[in-house]
């Protein structure tokens, strides 16, 4: 299983008493409740067969919000009808993939850098995931 915390650059997980704080951060206050819910579409539109609601854990990088993790099984099956990509990641990358559709989803609707900021970090860090393979033919 990828585990966030073996990789060069070093994620941390969100403490339960900091998580409120973590989804106003990475998506600004006046899209929060659009950008949860796109990011939940979205996955259950990559993951259909595998994704049904559930907890997800928040990981942030040097004190800033980077991306989310479904956390209902360890592994999910993807597939992207727009670009054709099919494939199984683990829960990790399937979160790196679904934050990244909904940061960029949602920065083409909205005129907030907060989106496309969070977007090219998360995309210069996912560079370095061992998923980055699977990551990147997901959201090409």
């Known amino acids: 299983m990828c585990n966030p915390e073996t990789r060069t650059a070093t994620v941390t997980l969100v403490a339960e008493d900091r ?33 049904g609601g559930g907890f997800w854990e928040f990981y942030e990088l040097d004190g800033q919000p980077l ?25 990790d990358a399937a979160g790196i993939i679904a934050t990244l559709f909904a940061l960029s989803h949602l920065s083409f609707k909205y005129e907030s850098a907060r989106f496309s900021d969070g977007y090219h970090r998360l995309y210069a860090f996912a560079a370095d995931h061992p998923e980055a393979s699977e990551i990147f033919s997901a959201i090409d």
């Open 19 to 51: 998580r409120t704080d973590f989804l106003p951060a990475l998506f600004g206050l006046p899209q929060l409740i659009i950008a949860e819910a796109t990011l939940y579409r979205l996955m259950e539109w990559l993951s259909p067969q595998d994704y």
């Open 67 to 91: 991306y989310l993790v479904p956390t209902s099984k360890p592994r999910y099956r993807i597939f992207c009808e727009t670009n054709g990509y099919e494939g199984e990641v683990y829960a």
